[in-house]
């Protein structure tokens, strides 16, 4: 039984991280399912354009844009009236030229931010990218010392069976 309850215990990280990949996976293909079906739909349903070049990038920008009011939900999601009013204003600078950092910077300027999924890399956002690897990396930490001792009884249990083993058969 015991044999049993080490073997589960040895696969249990293994299993564990083979969840969370096929869960992520999915989760990624599941993503790009609506993404697509929201490009088409944005651009298609009110908006024309000279260029495949600008509608693609109007796509770009309404998946980039954060929506106000949503706050979790991108411009080319939400159906609020302000994500309403951003997409004509990307749609209207997008028509006089503007390329998209010009674009991205208008609405930083306008809404602030948080409007912008990608937030910049200074000293106030390095936390975001900074943090999950520090807990990345104490988990492999602590996984592996977990492994260490784990491998450290079992030799000691191997080495007391033997040493009871000679024990009985001096006896």
Known sequence: M???IRIYMKALPTLIASGLLFAIS???AAQEAVNQDNESDVATEKYEFESNAQRALFLELS???????CQNQNIADSNAMIAED??????????????????INFMKQRYGEFVHYKP??????????LIPAFF????A????SKKKTTLNKEIDEETLKRA???LKDNE
Not at 63 to 69: D, G, I, M, S, T
Not at 86 to 99: A, I, T
Not at 120 to 129: F, G, H
């Open 136 to 139: 990345i990396l104490l988990a």
């Open 86 to 103: 951003m997409k004509r204003k990307v749609h209207q600078l997008v028509q006089q030229g503007s390329d998209k950092n010009q674009v």
């Open 120 to 129: 910049p890399v200074n000293q106030i956002t390095i936390w975001l990218y």
């Open 63 to 69: 998946q980039e844009l954060r929506c106000p009011k």
């Open 26 to 28: 999915v989760s990624i």
């Open 141 to 144: 930490v602590v996984i592996a």
């Open 2 to 4: 015991q044999r049993l």
């Open 164 to 166: 009871e083993q000679a």
